[in-house]
């Protein structure tokens, strides 16, 4: 049986990057990093905030304690692929820290409700990553 994500990923691209479920009307991406221990490749579907010419991402993982495992990919390798839509290009990804961040983070949280529960639930500073074209 597929797991959550690959349903995602299938549903995603059977409809030009549109999906139901939790996701239903979110801005939604492919992001296709590299394992930074494995060297594999790896395919995370991930909710996106438009900045600009930017994709920013958050690496919430739902409030958990510890950070995705794409946040420690692109930290090790910034070169990075998306799928927007239709439409797939490379990207370097910049973590966005100090007032920036918390600005985009709180927009993030204003406009998608679960993100501002995600930072409630964990200690941690849920990092913020921009991804730009290259």
Known sequence: MPDFNDQVVAEFRANHGKVGGPFE???????????????????????????????????????????????HNILANPAARIEVGDDTFDVVAQEIRGDERDALYRKQAELYSGFADYEKKTTRVIPVVALSAS
Do not use: C, E, Q
Not at 37 to 58: C, E
């Open 25 to 71: 009307g979110a801005p939604l991406l492919l992001l296709h990093t590299v394992g930074a221990k494995s060297g594999a490749d790896r395919l995370s579907p991930l909710m996106y905030l438009p900045d600009g010419d930017r994709y920013v991402i958050f690496a919430s993982k739902a409030g958990a304690d510890t950070n995705p495992a794409w946040y």
